[in-house]
């Protein structure tokens, strides 16, 4: 948690400098594992942190993206698109790109892509390409953010200041996978498969609960406490600033283990087996705690699936939903005006309950 690297200005991507190294977080235990599933598992449905400021957020997202293998894409294509995939709704074409009957392939970095909250809707889905328009008299769409963060990461601080009617939009996209425009005589779909990550802090304005609840994990960071950790934190901070590379490459190998073992994840993932009896665990849990639907089970069970993967294991245990209960469940629930408990002590009293100490 080495803190927060500077807010994006609405430019999509940015350049990729020395990144603070994900194996180098420290006191942040529930929020990088919280990623690390997200990664694993993007239909989980993203990540919701919650926290004080300069705990990491931003930072833990930026470092897991710059670990990862850079990814192959159709080169020129706007969207990234995957060479190995469906190119043929692609809306820029992607199946001409080709030089004697070859697709043209390039390899880019795993896109972090910052939304900001003064951003128009227009930025953010795409919108029409006003100076062909106005100097070729042609209709051409123009990529948005959207765009921009397929098959990466869109990182939204301050998600809760964010406008209602822009959540919505990209929580029904992140959902879908797919970006539908249809304005100014347009109508384009392009593909938008990414890993939504929210932060925000609570004092500052609360999400609305029907939107809380479509993240499929929420985390809730704090300042460390210990004097310990505090001490080790600004001492690793202050050791990257004063040389990036060497701080990057003295951690790479840490790094490159977190690598192995992500990739590993997603090539176990569905193999993983959750047993009858850990469903059944997962339905008591969400019964117990009162959760609407059955996004709360599912969602526990993708997470205990993927923490199962990510530790090598075939078939899914307690143990594994004992870890992902609370950040599966902690922002499903109602408001109980008998109980002033906070959501996480009780998640954790049913987990006692029902899956047993």
């Known amino acids: ?40 598992d993007p239909a989980i449905g993203g990540v919701m942190v919650f926290g004080d400021r300069g705990t990491g957020k931003s930072t833990a997202v930026r470092g897991l993206a710059a670990l990862l293998p850079p990814m192959p894409v159709v ?8 060479p190995a995939g469906d190119l043929s709704r692609c809306p820029a074409g992607c199946e001409t790109h080709k030089i004697e009957g070859t697709l ?20 953010v889905v795409g919108a029409l390409d006003l100076e062909r328009a106005l100097t070729r008299g042609e209709k051409a769409f123009e990529p948005g953010l959207l765009a921009s963060a397929n098959r990466g990461f869109l990182y939204i601080d301050e998600v ?3 406008e209602d009617h822009l959540v919505d939009l990209l929580l029904d996209v992140a959902a879908s996978g797919e970006n539908v425009v249809e304005r100014e005589g347009l109508s384009i779909r392009h593909p938008a498969r990414f890993v939504l990550i929210g932060s925000g802090n609570p004092e500052e ?77 997962a339905a008591r849990l969400c019964m117990a705690l009162g959760t609407d639907g059955l996004r709360g089970e599912l969602t526990l069970m993708r997470a205990a699936r993927a923490v199962a993967a990510l530790d090598g294991d075939e078939e899914v245990t307690v ?4 870890r992902v209960a609370p950040p599966a469940l ?28």
């Open 1 to 40: 948690m080495a803190g927060n690297a500077a807010k994006g200005e609405g430019s999509g991507q940015r350049k990729r400098g020395a990144v603070f190294p994900f194996s180098a977080i420290v006191g942040q235990d529930e929020m990088t594992l919280a990623l690390l599933i997200a990664a694993v």
């Open 75 to 82: 080169k020129g294509c706007p969207y990234g698109c995957d």
């Open 104 to 123: 043209v392939e390039d390899s880019v970095p795993v896109p972090v892509v910052d939304l900001p909250l003064g951003a128009t809707e227009d930025r």
């Open 160 to 162: 809760n200041l964010l």
């Open 205 to 281: 304005g609360e999400l609305r609960p029907q939107l809380l609840d479509r993240f499929g994990l929420s985390v809730e960071v704090r300042t460390p406490t210990d004097l310990k950790v505090r001490v080790e934190v600004v001492r690793r901070r202050d050791a990257f600033e004063r040389d990036p590379a060497g701080y990057v490459a003295q951690w790479r190998a840490a790094d490159m283990a977190i690598r192995d073992r992500l990739l590993a994840a997603k090539a176990r993932l569905a193999s993983v087996v959750v047993p009858d009896a850990e469903l059944e665990r």
């Open 319 to 322: 143990e594994h939903l004992r």
């Open 330 to 357: 902690r922002h499903r629930l109602r408001r109980d005006p008998l109980d002033e408990s906070g959501s996480t002590t009780r998640v954790l009293r049913a987990m006692e309950e029902v899956l047993g100490s």
